[in-house]
């Protein structure tokens, strides 16, 4: 089975802080992708990555960045956390022409 | 602009019943559609999907139909149990952009009354 494993199920963190979310899957998936999602939103696609070190934007960049300096391991970072950035994320993987696996999920709560 | 639709929020049904969650696409190239369905502080689950060569697929009681005159697209789950409420996701592929990033709908929350 595949797994995508967010590394924390919830995070409360202060306006400003440097908040790191990482995200491991163990496919050898050429693409991963950050979502978040908000009620009455959906799921709107943050960031994603098709190669190491590869990274596009996707609809709602701002405010966050990405690493993948690793074929297994996706990281958003938000660079200041502001309190607009509190919501669900969710993080996937998919083999190129694939259904994409999600993680568990991170709900953030900035305060 | 929103390129996948699903323009009902929520869906109540009767447990043995059909439950059917509809979603409209604008984008023409888009080849593959998929559905997932999230339980409340869980990760999304694949659930079925279907090529755009393709017009029904069918795997257990989830069957998806695909008109591509139409862009549109259905879920139809039967017998409809208490255990399918959650929000059920439409997305779409454009094989054409780049990293080919699944583009989600908004969701639909079916809640399957026993």
């Known amino acids: 089975d595949v797994k995508v494993t967010q590394s924390s199920r919830y995070l409360v963190k202060r306006t400003g802080e440097k908040v790191f979310l990482e995200c491991v899957q163990d496919?050898?998936?050429?693409?991963m992708f950050w979502y978040r999602q908000d009620p009455g939103l959906g799921l709107r696609l943050i960031y994603f990555?098709?190669?190491?070190?590869?990274?596009e934007k996707g609809d709602i960049p701002e405010g966050y960045s990405v690493s993948r300096e690793k074929k297994e391991r996706f990281s958003l970072i938000l660079e200041s956390a502001s309190t607009n950035q509190t919501s669900m994320y969710l993080c996937?993987?998919?083999?190129?022409?694939?259904?994409?696996?999600f993680g568990q999920g991170t709900r953030l709560t900035v305060v | 602009d929103q390129q996948v639709k699903q323009n009902s929020p929520s869906l109540s049904v009767q447990e043995g019943r059909i439950s059917i969650l509809n979603c409209d696409y604008t984008?023409?190239?888009?080849?593959?559609f998929l559905w997932y369905k999230k339980y409340p502080a869980e990760g999304p689950t694949f659930l079925i999907s279907?090529?755009?060569?393709?017009d029904k697929n069918e795997d257990g009681r989830f069957t998806v139909f695909l008109n591509k005159s139409a862009k549109h697209l259905s879920l139809h789950i039967v017998p409809s149990q208490p255990g399918d409420s959650a929000v059920y996701f439409c997305?779409?592929?454009?094989?054409?952009?780049?990293?080919?990033?699944?583009?989600f709908g908004k969701g639909t929350t079916l809640s399957v009354s026993s």
């Open positions: 984008n023409s190239m888009f080849d593959y």
């Open positions: 990555s098709y190669d190491v070190k590869m990274k």
């Open positions: 279907i090529s755009s060569i393709k």
């Open positions: 996937a993987s998919r083999r190129q022409g694939a259904e994409a696996f």
């Open positions: 496919m050898d998936h050429e693409n």
């Open positions: 997305a779409a592929r454009d094989y054409n952009q780049a990293g080919t990033a699944l583009i």
